[in-house]
């Protein structure tokens, strides 16, 4: 069965701070690995990862995948009151056929205070 | 960018009623949609996955007498929870693939939310 564990389960920061958010998992058929950010409805897309070692950024967020050691980590720097929601991890692996589906951690909920 | 509609956003129902909640890619084809439920501080937990014309796929654990799936059209997948009870109370999202996009990226729906009185 696939497997995926997101670590700390909850953080709570100040304004500023940087924090790093882990993601490893087990998975058959492994095809990629996403980061959603997930406030009060369905998860918006942060980063699809592939390959190892190539770090993706989108302005104060970035993440890296090493497949070798199967796991992910999503940094957050000088994080804002509006970073504060669910940070979800998801692996994508064959389900059969040309079938692909997710397998979700349970997520980071992430509180940045002012 | 890829956009993907659920209808109704909440729904409220009595114990035994049955309940329908409309999943639409609305500039796209999706010939594989996703259903997936997600309880109180819990993650996503992937449902079933629905293929247009075909019969769905259901994850281990549901039932699918109960969470019945049909995916008439490219644009249309619809999952009527039957009998509902108050365990079924949850958000349900769904989430449709784009054939046309790089990757299969899955788009997701903003969730319906269900609470069974």
């Known amino acids: 069965e696939d497997k995926v564990v997101q670590s700390p389960l909850s953080l709570v920061v100040h304004e500023g701070d940087t924090v790093t958010l882990n993601c490893s998992y087990e998975?058959?058929?492994?095809?990629?690995l996403l980061w959603y950010k997930q406030e009060k409805k369905a998860p918006t897309f942060l980063f699809m990862l592939?390959?190892?070692?190539i770090e993706k950024k989108s302005g104060r967020l970035s993440s890296i995948l090493d497949k070798k050691e199967l796991f992910s980590i999503l940094n957050i720097t000088a994080t804002q009151t509006g970073d504060s929601a669910i940070y979800l991890c998801?692996?994508?692996?064959?389900?059969?056929?040309?079938?692909?589906?997710?397998?979700f951690g349970k997520g980071t909920l992430l509180t940045v205070n002012p | 960018g890829a956009v993907v509609s659920q209808h109704p956003s909440w729904v409220i129902c009595k114990s035994g009623t049955s309940v329908k909640i409309e999943c639409r890619s609305l500039?796209?084809?999706?010939?594989?949609m996703f259903w997936y439920r997600q309880f109180p501080k819990q993650s996503l937990m992937l449902m079933a996955t629905?293929?247009?014309?075909?019969?769905?796929?259901?994850e281990q654990g549901v039932e699918k007498d109960k969470f019945l799936i049909n995916h008439a059209s490219l644009t249309l997948s619809t999952l009527t929870v039957t009998s509902a009870h108050p365990e079924d109370s949850s958000f349900y999202i769904c989430?449709?693939?784009?054939?046309?996009?790089?990757?299969?990226?899955?788009?997701f729906g903003p969730g319906t939310r269900l609470t069974v009185l």
């Open positions: 592939t390959s190892s070692g």
């Open positions: 500039d796209f084809q999706a010939t594989t």
């Open positions: 998975v058959t058929n492994f095809r990629s």
């Open positions: 998801a692996v994508e692996a064959t389900s059969g056929g040309s079938n692909y589906k997710l397998t």
């Open positions: 629905s293929n247009e014309g075909s019969k769905a796929t259901y």
């Open positions: 989430s449709a693939r784009d054939q046309g996009q790089p990757y299969n990226e899955q788009f």
